[in-house]
């Protein structure tokens, strides 16, 4: 354990890009199922290194539903057949919530919950549902006019859907207040935000957003050894680490092929889904008790002292099957928040409140979207911002670990986007 991943604090937010490393598949299209399906799952060595397969038999997120802010989720994807409810896009910009102008979105879905049919990857919580919530990148706001306000109308509609967690692979360098009072929003109805802490560590190392609201919980990667990645952004902001190096995502808006990529955005999403595996388990359980037991479950290196927090990788890395099959971590009090040590609102996870739109309750649907198209947008609107070009926000990942976990590090450039927008120049990158 090195003295960086030892030092006490904490971090928060990033729509952070994944950068491709190297092209798993040459496309879905006219290769043996088999083929590709190996090839992609045989690079998902986090899920073997978390024992996935021993936690499946007894959760697998049946009942849970996470809201992916993000680029957009492609329901039609062979791994998120019927896992795709009906959700909104935030960005008023062409097309819908089920076109993924980028490729990022839909990754990040089914790093979540995807089945691994047809070549595709294996969720780590592949019984749960997505909601997906289509949010600008900077590219996309320089190519059109956006809603300047989406990441904030998505966090706020996401807190009123049925979803129980909120992804948001997504980062920017600036602190917004409304931003902020969404996903305290969100924290009041119960659900848990989890949101990259950013790739740019060797650039700054500023503190991104919405991670870095307190009551967001910050996500950092980590590598195939348990090290904190050398990308992967620090500070007192930090809550959680999960692995984000050397894993699978798709390499473009095409989806027609993966590529062994890297950064917090897969992390947030191994991170929201670890919390699922955990919330299945205990559906009476509160939001509070689900991520205090995932903090207090985390891997932690030899020479960690007891009661510190890490700069650099928080509570530790995720590792679910130490509460799954060993029953690690308290869930202590339903009603405080162990990230603001404040008490919070909202009810038990797996019985989510009714929205204005009658969704109905996660798992209860096993096909994709059955809701209207304003289901799961706030106040039945399609917006309520500004349309103005170059606004700003994006989406992007990071992983999970366990016991014993042997994880190593992959040279990479992390690709981040750049670009104006919201008002003020407020960049958006994926995290």
């Known amino acids: 354990m090195t003295a960086r991943m030892i030092e006490?604090?904490?971090?928060?937010r990033a729509l952070l890009g994944t950068t491709a490393i190297a092209v798993l598949t040459t496309s879905l299209v006219g290769i043996a199922p088999t083929a590709v399906a190996a090839d992609a799952r045989s690079q998902q060595w986090y899920l073997d290194a978390m024992k996935a397969e021993e936690i499946w038999k007894k959760t697998t997120g049946k009942g849970m539903?996470?809201?992916?802010?993000?680029?957009?989720?492609?329901?039609?994807?062979?791994?998120l057949k019927g896992k795709v409810l009906?959700?909104?896009?935030?960005?008023?910009?062409?097309?819908?919530?089920?076109?993924?102008?980028?490729?990022?979105?839909?990754?990040?879905?089914?790093?979540?919950?995807?089945?691994?049919?047809g070549g595709g990857l294996r969720g780590l919580a592949p019984d749960a549902k997505v909601i997906p919530y289509r949010v600008a990148n900077t590219d996309r706001q320089n190519e059109q006019a956006v809603n300047a306000f989406d990441v904030q109308?998505?966090?706020?509609?996401?807190?009123d859907s049925d979803a129980q967690i909120i992804n948001l692979s997504i980062a920017s360098d600036f602190y917004g207040e409304k931003e902020r009072e969404a996903v305290?929003?969100?924290?009041?109805k119960g659900k848990l935000v989890f949101a990259g802490a950013g790739n740019n560590a060797r650039k700054g190392n500023k503190p991104q957003y919405p991670a870095s609201y307190p009551e967001a919980i910050a996500v950092a990667a980590?590598?195939?050894?348990?090290?904190?990645a050398e990308y992967s952004q620090h500070g007192e902001a930090v809550d959680i680490a999960a692995p984000g190096t050397d894993i699978p995502a798709y390499c473009d808006k095409s989806l027609t092929k993966y590529c062994v990529t890297y950064g917090t955005s897969i992390s947030t999403a191994i991170a929201s889904a670890s919390a699922a595996l955990i919330w299945s388990m205990h559906p009476d359980w509160t939001g509070n008790q689900v991520l205090r037991?995932?903090?207090?479950s985390a891997a932690r290196g030899d020479g960690w002292e007891p009661g510190t927090v890490s700069d650099f990788l928080g509570h530790g890395i995720v590792r679910p099957n130490a509460h799954v099959s060993r029953g690690e971590g308290d869930p202590g009090d339903a009603n405080i928040s162990p990230l603001t040590k404040k008490p919070t609102g909202g009810a038990a996870g797996a019985t989510p409140s009714a929205t204005a739109s009658g969704t109905a309750a996660?798992?209860?649907?096993?096909?994709?979207?059955?809701?209207?198209?304003?289901?799961?947008a706030p106040d039945g609107k399609s917006t309520s911002g500004a349309p103005v070009a170059g606004s700003t926000e994006s989406a992007d990942a990071d992983g999970g670990s366990s016991t014993g976990l042997v994880i190593g590090i992959a040279a990479a450039v992390v690709v981040v986007l750049a670009g104006a927008g919201f008002v003020l120049a407020r960049r958006r990158r994926s995290a």
Do not use: C, F, N
């Open 8 to 12: 006490s604090g904490r971090l928060r």
């Open 65 to 79: 539903t996470i809201a992916v802010i993000d680029t957009g989720v492609d329901p039609d994807t062979p791994s």
């Open 86 to 117: 009906k959700g909104w896009d935030a960005s008023d910009s062409k097309g819908d919530e089920t076109d993924d102008y980028d490729g990022h979105g839909t990754s990040m879905a089914e790093l979540i919950v995807g089945s691994g049919a």
């Open 153 to 159: 109308q998505a966090i706020k509609a996401a807190a």
């Open 184 to 188: 305290k929003y969100a924290q009041s």
């Open 222 to 228: 980590s590598d195939r050894d348990g090290s904190v």
């Open 293 to 296: 037991v995932l903090l207090d």
């Open 362 to 376: 996660p798992g209860t649907s096993t096909t994709a979207p059955s809701a209207t198209a304003s289901t799961q």
